[in-house]
């Protein structure tokens, strides 16, 4: 049974940073395409940042220079580091493994006060 299981969020002032953790079990995170994804209220989900297999990582424009995605294989977790946080991040965040038939976490909360 695959799970993936993000913590880290909470409630930060603008400017601030935040760590979010992707736990997996059931699968190896080492060989599959990680992603990080947000939803807003009243938006679509989206992209926020994600890393393949063989390391590569890719990220939405907004978050460029800010964000940074990792992947500790030891761990079997992937990591969203956020730094300069400002309330536009506001949303929740989630997980996901694989491409044509992903898993998804539950999701984590992050708000960013002004």
């Known amino acids: 049974q695959v799970q993936l299981v993000e913590s880290g969020g909470g409630l930060v002032q603008s400017g601030g940073s935040l760590r979010l953790s992707c736990a997996a079990s059931?699968?190896?995170?080492?060989?599959?395409?990680m992603g990080w994804y947000r939803q807003a209220p009243g938006r679509q989900r989206e992209l926020v940042a994600r890393?393949?297999?063989?390391?590569?990582?890719d990220y939405t424009d907004s978050v460029k220079g800010r964000f940074t995605i990792s992947r500790d294989n030891a761990k079997n977790t992937v990591y969203l580091q956020m730094n300069s946080l400002k309330p536009e991040d506001t949303a929740v965040y989630y997980c996901k493994a694989g491409l044509r038939t992903p898993y998804w976490g539950q999701g984590t909360q992050v708000t960013v006060s002004s």
């Open positions: 059931g699968i190896p995170v080492s060989i599959y395409s």
């Open positions: 890393i393949s297999s063989g390391g590569l990582t």
